[in-house]
């Protein structure tokens, strides 16, 4: 394989990574204000800065790597939806606070093994963002099972909403774990994760959250994907024009 | 509207701080929470953003006993003029640790 083909790869991928983190800090940001009770609201907004963080991690790094001059506002805020690599399961609207606590443990504990076999990488850049990045995740984790468990096993309407949350978005954890050629390339070469690899352990640490929560783990079935290849749900748009408006209408401006 | 008064079920906790080069907990604020574990939870989210500490401890509001403002003048005042309360009066022989 040559250096070409291998940076080819590495771009799409490090886009893979940073746009799962830029389009989960976009929906958190959006219960800023709105959260539940105070301290939640910091907890959530503390969560985004993190995915930010490494977001921009990502995409400055992806930049560079292209060599096409873009730096990461040129990536976050030009790219179209077509363009953008996250999975869909990262855009799907918030809900109410359980369907954003599912999406968070789903796609927590998912980046959480991503990182932590990144951390190993044989490229120094994204092993280090990874190394940092998973002490985050720990955290995020953490804070979506607290909150699982205490709404699964709490009240009737609590319960009923929580297990309504995780039925819903089950079918989109699949994609986070589909493996193609280019993932398949990457951790031949040492340097990225085959996620396929990935889900059993992910299923044991989200089931013995579901267990603790009382709550039924949905059977395997539809499985939606196309993320990977820009092709994405109609709320990905939505959330891009809501992101990129202002600085598509001031181009250049500066704080 | 009172937080108490809308949600009955998240208390009020107190909550301490030790920082990085500090060997007790200091008080830093107060915050609601259903129960402790969600209470430590917040505790490191809203006191620890910027470094302020290493270990935290949450007690809730209702397990404090405090002194009242009243009470001062009897409480600490005599205190003041006993000056034989104070370790002052011999020298600490040397290398006796932890004194």
Same mark, same amino acid.
Do not use: C, E, M, Q
């Given at each position: 394989m040559t250096a070409d083909v291998l940076t080819a790869d590495l771009v799409e991928y490090v886009l893979r990574v940073g746009d799962d983190a830029l389009v989960a800090a976009q929906r958190l940001g959006e219960w800023s204000a709105r959260a539940p009770e105070m301290e939640e609201d910091i907890a959530l907004s503390n969560i985004a800065l993190d995915q930010l963080g490494v977001a921009r991690a990502m995409l400055s790094y992806a930049g560079e790597l292209e060599g096409a001059g873009r730096g990461e506002d040129d990536l976050a805020f030009l790219r179209d939806d077509r363009e953008f690599r996250n999975c869909l399961l990262a855009e799907l609207p918030n809900g109410d606070f359980a369907v954003t606590m599912a999406r968070l443990l789903f796609l927590s504990t998912y980046q959480l093994s991503v990182y932590e076999e990144l951390s190993?990488? @044989?490229d120094d850049r994204l092993a280090g963002v990874a190394a940092k990045a998973r002490k985050e995740s720990a955290y995020h984790v953490d804070h979506a099972a607290q909150w699982t468990v205490r709404l699964g096993d709490g009240t009737p309407e609590s319960h009923r909403r929580m297990q309504a949350a995780v039925d819903d978005l089950w079918p989109y954890t699949h994609e986070l774990f589909a493996s193609d050629g280019l993932v398949k390339r990457l951790a031949d070469a040492g340097v @990225?994760?085959?996620?396929? @690899?990935?889900r059993e352990g992910w299923l044991g640490a989200v089931s013995s959250v579901l267990d603790e929560a009382t709550l039924n783990r949905p059977a395997d079935g539809w499985a939606p994907g196309g993320g990977r290849d820009g092709l994405h749900t109609e709320h990905l748009s939505y959330l891009l024009t809501e992101m990129q408006v202002l600085h598509r209408g001031h181009p250049g401006a500066t704080w | 509207m009172t937080n108490e008064a809308r949600r009955p079920e998240w208390g009020l906790w107190e909550v301490f701080v030790r920082p990085r080069r500090g060997l007790s907990h200091s008080h830093v604020g107060s915050l609601h929470a259903p129960d402790a574990d969600i209470a430590l939870r917040n505790a490191r989210d809203v006191y620890t953003r910027r470094q302020e500490g290493v270990s935290i401890w949450v007690v809730p509001a209702s397990a404090i006993t405090a002194s009242s403002p009243d009470e001062k003048d009897s409480f600490f &005042?005599?205190?003041? &003029?006993?000056?034989?309360?104070?370790?002052?009066?011999y020298e600490v022989p040397e290398g006796v640790q932890h004194l």
């Open positions: 190993r990488s @044989g @990225g994760v085959d996620p396929a @690899g990935l | &005042d005599p205190a003041g &003029d006993k000056v034989y309360r104070h370790p002052t009066f």
